[in-house]
């Protein structure tokens, strides 16, 4: 396989031998497609509502030691997992990873969680991954974009059998203004961030959570790979507040759009009275 080499720009945490550097993180706001408005008046939308789904994606790559040959020196495993290790089965329905054109069948899907690939070379390139969601959820996919990273940091350090080159994402897909049914079937579940709905909503009672058995099966909390993980919490919560802030300011201008509609019947109340 080919050593091609690209640019790409993500806010990552990488870990080697040397150490990694700290957790960035940023949030990536789904934008309704057309067809997201046509159906409009026909599935309810909660307005002023976001719903955010931490996600983390990269990949981990062990070198092969004395095994290791000219175009065989890693195995990599390339994952989109949720920030906590919990099933985004939930949200997402499949993920697809488009790998250098060097490999049979480049484009490669997984239907279920963990949605995770894994193969072997000795090329770092640009990994394209394509996340589709349910249908309640949303129906435009989401593209993100990955560099498979093999080789430590410090190129001039010693290689470890033991230890991965590990390189992650974080990442928050926030959606905005969902439909009560995606709400309900998400407000428990663990994988989602919910935000506590003001009075005067009212939902249908919340979906039971699937099987645990088969939430465990979808997680990545016993990956073998998830002492290597990344701990995102820190960042997690910063985002948190981040959305909370948003979700509040949202308040305040609607607030504020009904104070002035009733400033504006006020004032022309006062001239009707004048006369």
């Known amino acids: 396989m080919p050593n091609t080499t690209s640019s790409t720009k993500k806010q990552s945490a990488e870990q080697s031998d040397s150490g990694g550097s700290a957790p960035k993180a940023q949030r990536t706001k789904i934008v309704k497609s057309n067809d997201d408005t046509e159906k409009k008046n026909v599935v309810k939308k909660l307005k002023d509502v976001e719903i955010s789904v931490p996600i983390v994606y990269g990949n981990m ?130 994988a989602v961030n919910v935000p506590r709905l003001p009075a005067g909503f009212s939902l249908p009672p919340p979906v039971p959570i699937e099987d645990a058995n088969k939430r465990k099966r979808g997680d990545t909390k016993d990956n073998v790979l998830s002492q290597w993980f990344t701990n995102f919490s820190e960042a997690d919560e910063l985002l948190k507040l981040a959305a909370a802030r948003q979700q509040v300011q949202a308040h305040i201008a609607k607030l504020r759009r009904q104070l002035s509609v009733l400033d504006g019947q006020q004032q022309q109340f006062k001239s009707t009275s004048d006369q």
């Open 61 to 190: 790559a062990f070198w092969l030691g004395k095994k290791a040959s000219e175009y065989l020196s890693h195995k990599w495993t390339v994952y989109v997992r949720g920030a906590t290790n919990e099933d985004l089965g939930v949200v997402i329905k499949r993920a697809v990873f488009q790998l250098h054109s060097s490999f049979n069948n480049p484009t490669r899907v997984v239907e279920s969680p963990p949605f995770e690939l894994s193969e072997s070379g000795w090329g770092e390139f640009e990994i394209a991954i394509t996340l589709y969601f349910h249908s309640d959820v949303c129906d435009k996919p989401l593209n993100l974009y990955h560099h498979l990273k093999l080789y430590p940091e410090d190129e001039s350090g010693p290689m470890s059998t033991k230890k991965p080159v590990v390189v992650e994402s974080y990442d928050e897909i926030v959606f905005s203004e969902p439909s009560d049914a995606f709400f309900s079937r998400v407000q428990n579940h663990p």
